[in-house]
């Protein structure tokens, strides 16, 4: 980290509090000057950014302490040439091997993460950051999902049991990881008038598996065509999506006024009898006897 982001650190000597100068004492004094009273926060984001502007409302509030005629923020603008670019965020991260269980789930921290069905049977590595949880098998991610702090949860993505439904597609009416799927609301659309026909699981989820290449937002769009249409068949849909992916016609090129023709070819074809030939030899077909007309030299032609 401290390479990331070009800082030397300089080591304290143990159980000698008194050599890290200020660093305890300002930490009490930004606590008591945004933390007070406690706050709270549904997510990390939601703290970061608060946290943001209540440090720029003060620096733009309060003079510096050796420049008094200038505020913070104004002596912070003049330095900001010479600082050091930001490279981004550091790829910081606690890692820990894991197995997947049959039922496409892994289990960290007292919870169980959904990763994808190709990764059943297989070990796997979990990069455990604050805010996010990623899955590794054989140098790919096979899953990604928002760190849950609770205890004792299952958290799923349906879209890592498609091929399953594809082999079970019974499963989509049932099963725990599309119990609470928030589909969009063309999809769901069709959906409901699927159910009602017989086979219209099977036709449900050739439709969701569609979402793995085009996307579900290509997806809701073809379905909402669809219904436009009033059908909602799963080969409409896919043939929708399938249209949508050829690439569009291409541009007409313009032809410059250097090459605009002066005078316009006639579509006239009794030009070409001046070529032939009245008088020459005469060949009988080999399938009827009448005699047909040949040109005298076709070489020359």
């Not at 100068?21 to 997510?43: A, I, M, S």
């Not at 001046?274 to 020359?300: F, M, P, T, V, Y």
């Amino acid at each position: 980290m401290c390479g990331h982001y070009l800082v030397e650190p300089v080591a304290c000597s143990p159980a000698s509090g008194w050599e890290k100068g200020q660093v305890e004492n300002q930490v009490g004094v930004l606590r008591r000057r945004f933390f007070v009273p406690r706050l709270k926060f549904k997510t990390l984001a939601d703290l970061n950014g608060w946290l943001e502007d209540q440090c720029l409302a003060y620096a733009k509030a309060n003079k510096h302490q050796e420049q008094r005629d200038k505020t913070i923020f104004e002596v912070f603008e003049e330095e900001r040439p010479s600082l050091v670019p930001y490279v981004g965020p550091f790829d910081g991260f606690h890692s820990v091997p894991a197995s997947v269980s049959k039922t496409c789930l892994v289990r960290f921290d007292r919870n169980r993460y959904s990763v994808d069905a190709r990764a059943v049977g297989q070990p796997v590595e979990i990069r455990a950051y604050a805010d996010r949880l990623e899955f590794w098998q054989a140098g790919d991610v096979v899953a990604r999902h928002v760190r849950c702090f609770g205890k004792d949860q299952t958290i799923y993505d349906p879209l890592h049991y498609l091929p399953v439904l594809q082999r079970k597609p019974g499963a989509l009416r049932n099963g725990a990881p599309f119990k609470d799927w928030d589909l969009p609301l063309s999809v769901r659309r069709v959906r409901r008038k699927l159910e009602r026909l017989p086979g219209g699981d099977r036709q449900m989820v050739e439709i969701l598996s569609a979402i793995l290449t085009d996307g579900i937002e290509a997806v809701d769009r073809a379905c909402s065509e669809a219904l436009l249409h009033k059908v909602h068949s799963s080969g409409v849909v896919l043939n929708i999506l399938a249209r949508h992916r050829e690439p569009p016609p291409p541009l007409s090129i313009t032809t410059p006024d250097a090459l605009q023709l002066a005078c316009e070819p006639t579509a006239d074809c009794t030009r070409y009898d001046s070529l032939r030939r009245q008088e020459h030899g005469k060949i009988r077909s080999h399938r009827c006897d009448e005699a047909i007309e040949a040109l005298w030299d076709a070489n020359s032609l």
